[in-house]
């Protein structure tokens, strides 16, 4: 038998074989995670402050768009394993591993993560829990926080320093966050302790049988994958997007580039998507208290190029309105723009620093007429960004339009009949910020395409994949 399987609640040496969790914070990190537990056979209890998001929960209602997620919600309530609730007390006293989830926003006033949330629920957990426990931290955060909230914990909790914490980061994409959940790439457990890394073994259990790698860790470095991984990831977009600024000075065309480098399986050709470059509520905020939390650290010279990296995408924004108001003949003022997406990417309706939500801003500053239209975020969306105009269709948001702006690329709009939509608008012009379309077949029916590091001209040579050696070939 393992160690977990000998382990009983009462010792205070050997780990819970099937522990009772907790998830702290049930926002899109923590309502996933608590789902997917409950779905694999653990006991759940999901506890967050915000009581309407509870309500919401325990009635099986997801508060936010996730595909799959509310059908997984209902199940796993009907399981009885699952259930929410706001009393922290409750929690403390019933749950033998606390996962922490709650949010890392960009502080008001400088771009290093707002830490009063983690604290909070850190604290207010602590306080109750009065038997040997693990709170294992999911939330991104600057290194050295596990180590800082060992010592809170610690200071405030009834059983001292019986109460352990380790450091678990999650990687998930919104749009795949149940996938990415119940079969992560890697699980990642930042330890002090054997008993530690015993009971986040005994709580991924039905992960760890699948055959998922698990990568033991200290806390800091722990704390320091997730922060990497998404630096890597952003760093690898404002690449491909710096070699399209480098396109569109030569004349060059990024759609190929990236393919040819794709094929490179040292490169591989996933996050080398050209376009209007990253958003959302991870990458941008993530990388900006990298470099601040590195800098206080020392070690500011090591990730000094981050700051092209967000720089590099912020310029993606800023040229796009270019080529829009390229488009419209040199002035924005009065211009009717078609803005087709709202949401940072698609399958989602989170516009946390969404780059479309950010052009179609420019645009209304420089006199444009903004329509807006995205299937899932238009309510988010109108909520927080007055002066535009919502259309509750693509079709009404095309109506009359001068220029037609793809700026988050929804299968929708992937899927859209060039020449239909042509019958709709005022001038058959359209900026491609995504390179989701067919230019040569947008072309054919009369459009003016243009797409950030592509030539304005259509290519006189075609590209084309040989199926035999994988070659790209040109004919
Ligand atoms: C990201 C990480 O992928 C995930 O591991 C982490 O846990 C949270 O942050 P997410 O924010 O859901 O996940 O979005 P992701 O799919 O990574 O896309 C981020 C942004 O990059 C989007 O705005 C997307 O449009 C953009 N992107 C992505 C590109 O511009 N080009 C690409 O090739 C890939």
Redesign the pocket.
Known sequence: MSDIEQSTTSSTTTAVAKPRLTVIGTGYLGATHAVCMALLGFEVLGVDVDSRKIEMLAAGEVPFYEPGLDAKLREALDSGRLRFGTDFAEAGVWGDVHFVCVGTPQSKDSHAADMVYVDAAFEKLARSISRKALIVGKSTVPIGTAARLTTLVRSVSPVGEELELAWNP??????YAVKDTLHPDRLVFGVTSEWAELQLRASFHPIIEEGTPVVIADLATAELVKVA??SF?ATK?SY?NAMAEVCEVVGADVAVLSTALGYDTRIGS????P?????????PKDIRAFIHRAEELGAGPAVAFLREVDEINLRRRARTVDLIRELAGGSLEGVRVAAFGAA??PN?DDIRDA?ALDVARQLRTEGAIVTVYDPKANENARRTYGGLWYADSLAEAAQGADVVALLTEWQEFRDVDPDALGQLVNHRRIVDGRHALDADDYRSKGWEYRALGRPAQPRTVRLQVDERDDALVSV
């Open positions: 999650e990687f998930l994409r919104e749009g991984a998404n990831l977009i491909i996933r996050f080398l998507k376009g209007l470059g990253f958003g959302g509520g991870c990458l940072f990417k989602s780059p």
